[in-house]
């Protein structure tokens, strides 16, 4: 029998982590204002993404409040990995999203690209790349096996959808791909 | 000063990010002493040197995870009646279920509020008074 080379493909939705090891798993997430860590251990080239919007009304939260949310789907992804035998010291993360959508409001995504990257920071985990801010939404895919991920960047119209947890199949149209 | 600054507290947790957070969130409570440890081997060494009145930690630990830590410290004489509180991702029955055969007084899943971390404290801290 001849295995098939068609990869999983696994949707994240908001407030959702996935972590994998198997090897043709490609997870994917369309993102505006929300981010994605795309989080992996490169030695045993396992992985896994978040997708998170942290809550809040901009500058009126409190500090820490917001937060709390952000860093129980970071630990998440961080413990997923851990549990499969990932070294702390070898993790490495990609950060997606952050857009400003909706023009005249609150700018959250940067708030929330902040967030991620200073959490980064604070766990000694590895920026290795990725794509935040900008006002346009974002669809992304990631094989944590391989650690490519690829960018597709949506029109300027388009407000981040309501997202079913379904597995989608591959785009035919590419539209504006980035590679990271 | 009031009775929650003069308590010493234990917030142990893997995460730079939560333990900062915990501690911002106890600070605002109105703690003041406070004391932090990254696992529970640096827990435990915490407790035999300068040993706080209740110990709030992470259940999810490399080395040594909550419950080991919750059961090292009832195992320990003069630290075996410190109040406990645990936290954990999903509240997953067979942690706390471990966790109450251990002694352990209280529970607090993440993400937490202010607010459930103050209750989970309220009944412990009481009874320190």
């Given at each position: 029998m001849i295995p098939s080379t068609r990869p999983n493909r696994i949707h994240i939705i908001q407030g959702d982590c996935y972590v994998t090891d198997e090897p043709d798993t490609v997870l994917t997430t369309v993102l505006g204002s929300c981010v994605a860590a795309c989080m992996r251990d490169p030695v045993l080239g396992i992985g896994g993404m978040n997708h998170f919007l942290l809550p809040?009304?901009?500058?009126?939260s409190r500090p820490g409040e917001a937060e709390r949310f952000g860093v129980y789907l970071m630990e998440l992804l961080v413990n997923g990995l851990l549990k499969r035998g990932a070294s702390r010291h070898s993790l490495e993360a990609k950060l997606f999203g952050g857009a400003r959508?909706?023009?005249?409001?609150?700018d959250i995504g940067a708030k929330n690209v902040e967030f991620a990257r200073r959490f980064l920071e604070n766990e000694s985990i590895r920026y290795v790349g990725g794509s935040c801010g900008g006002d346009q939404g974002r669809r992304i895919e990631f094989q944590p096996s391989t650690g490519r991920a690829r960018q597709f960047l949506l029109p300027?119209?388009?407000?981040?959808p309501a997202q079913p947890v379904v597995r989608r199949p591959a785009p035919v149209d590419l539209g504006d791909v980035e590679l990271f | 000063m009031s009775l929650l600054a003069q308590l010493k507290i234990l917030v142990v947790d893997d995460t730079t990010t939560s333990r900062l957070l915990l501690r911002d969130a106890l600070e605002n409570l109105g703690f003041r002493n406070i004391q932090v440890a990254a696992n529970g081997e640096e827990a435990m060494k915490i407790m035999l040197s300068t040993p706080s009145h209740l110990i709030i930690s992470d259940?999810?630990?490399?080395?040594?995870d909550g419950l080991q830590l919750l059961k090292a410290i009832r195992e320990y004489k003069p630290l075996s009646r410190t109040p406990f509180i645990i936290l954990t991702g999903n509240a997953d029955r067979k942690v706390l279920e471990d966790g109450a055969k251990l002694g352990l007084n209280n529970y607090l899943t993440k993400p937490f509020t202010p607010e459930n971390l103050r209750r989970s404290l309220e009944a412990i801290v009481w009874r320190l008074h």
């Open positions: 809040g009304d901009g500058e009126r959508t909706v023009q005249g409001f609150a300027r119209s388009t407000v981040e | 259940y999810n630990m490399p080395k040594m």
